[in-house]
């Protein structure tokens, strides 16, 4: 939509007009709407796994020998599709990696947020909501990006986590980086926890991951007064036009 409005404005300059005070505000429009979408944050990241499995994969702590049957499903999720898999290892834990194409600078993400949902089964039936890092984010120096908060599942239900981007909410570990921000600037990929019940064969379902930003109240003020103005500006245009066809 910003796209055609900018697209909007730009065309309405012509040879004729081109020195006229419509034209004139025009670029004033143009340079306002792209300036305001300048500060719009990154778009975001998505996976709701209807269609299929969207480059992700799982890992664990003894390779192959702790995790299995890793599968997307066209139904059962939260809702539609979604992943799951098995847990068959006695010791450490496993997860689920999103595709390298999520890494990258994540800096238009600060302030924003990652979240998704687990649903998990356990064949036992025991306890649940053992604590374990919420997520975690690969760094391109071989660092890590810990949440300092606790993710847990429900026995045979789906539960939503969400962890804000901020630097109060993550220890930055084994890193180069000198803080949060430069840290965020360097992502290789999400890790979410796969493995919420200790030495069962208990498989958890993910849906639903989300990374997105928040756009500040002043940016997004600016650019609605932007579109507000664009708006304004283009209606007398049409006078100064008919008064020059006179
Ligand atoms: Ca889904």
Redesign the pocket.
């Known amino acids: 939509m910003l796209s055609n409005l900018l697209w909007c404005c730009l065309t309405s300059f012509d040879r004729e007009s081109l020195m006229s005070c419509s034209a004139l505000k025009g670029l004033g429009c143009a340079i306002a709407l792209a300036a305001a979408s300048s500060l719009i944050s990154a778009a975001p990241l998505v996976s709701?796994?209807?269609a299929g499995a969207g480059g992700w994969l799982v890992d664990s702590s003894q390779g192959t020998q702790g995790v299995t049957d890793f599968a997307w499903n066209p139904a059962g999720?939260?809702?539609?599709?979604?992943l799951s898999a098995r847990d068959i290892g006695d010791q450490g834990g496993w997860w689920f990696l999103s595709p390298l194409t999520w890494g990258g600078d994540w800096t238009g993400y600060l302030g924003g947020t990652i979240r998704f949902d687990v649903f998990s089964i356990a064949g036992q039936g025991t306890v649940m909501n053992p604590p374990v890092e919420a997520v975690v984010l690969v760094l391109e120096d071989g660092g890590r990006l810990r949440a300092r908060g606790s993710a847990g599942a429900a026995l045979d239900q789906w539960v939503s986590v969400e962890v804000p981007l901020v630097a109060e909410s993550f220890n930055l570990t084994n890193s180069s980086y000198a803080s949060f921000d430069e840290a965020l600037g360097h992502v290789v990929r999400l890790v979410i926890p796969g493995d919420f019940v200790y030495r069962q064969n208990d498989v958890t379902r993910l849906?639903?991951v989300q990374v997105r930003a928040v756009p500040e109240p002043g940016t997004l003020s600016l650019l609605m007064a932007a579109l507000l103005g664009c708006a304004a500006i283009r209606a007398p245009r049409r006078q100064c036009r008919s008064r020059r066809l006179r």
Request: charge should be negative; avoid cysteine.
């Open positions: 709701g796994f209807d999720g939260n809702p539609g599709g979604h849906d639903n």
